[in-house]
């Protein structure tokens, strides 16, 4: 089987010699060497071109002689949940959905994040006692990354 490690280097090298502001969301590979890798950029996207060099530096520094493999490079998908830090800084200001470990689920716009949590913000029309309208409330939401099951962007046509 190939080692994630060799190709996680491979991949690394070539990120860096792009120059851009690229990293890895997550490398699978199964027992019959199915390669499938998943790209983000920290501002813009990840363009066809930027996958290509990735998965020709990883397919010319492996030996098929020796481990027939399959590859697939490719960004990480907006349907999909988050799988690494950058991923939060990268989607900040941005609407998400944080679905927690024990019950629950919280959405609203990422405003700040740190090591240990987010922060989220959202806007709400609440009725205030003594007011005959309801008037927008804003309420902010720290959540640790410890009580973090998934966290997906809400993709929206509006």
Do not use: W
């Not at 994630?4 to 070539?14: G, H």
């Not at 950029?41 to 520094?61: F, L, M, P, Q, Y």
């Amino acid at each position: 089987m190939i080692g994630t490690e060799t190709v996680l280097k491979l991949a690394q090298d070539r990120i860096e010699e792009i120059g851009k502001d690229l990293f890895i969301v997550d490398l699978k590979i199964s027992p019959s060497n199915d390669i499938q890798l998943f790209l983000d950029a920290e501002s813009g996207k990840v363009s066809i071109d930027d996958c290509v060099a990735v998965s020709r530096n990883i397919e010319h520094n492996l030996d098929r002689d020796e481990e027939d493999f399959q590859l697939s490079v490719s960004s990480a998908g907006m349907d999909q949940p988050f799988k690494v830090h950058k991923q939060y800084t990268k989607n900040i200001g941005r609407e998400v959905k944080v679905t927690f470990k024990s019950h629950g689920s919280q959405d609203g716009k990422i405003i700040a994040v740190d090591d240990e949590k987010v922060i989220l913000e959202k806007e709400t029309k609440e009725k205030i006692e003594g007011k005959k309208k309801k008037e927008l409330v804003v309420n902010r939401y720290e959540i640790p990354f410890t009580d973090i099951k998934q966290t997906k962007l809400v993709i929206s046509f509006k």
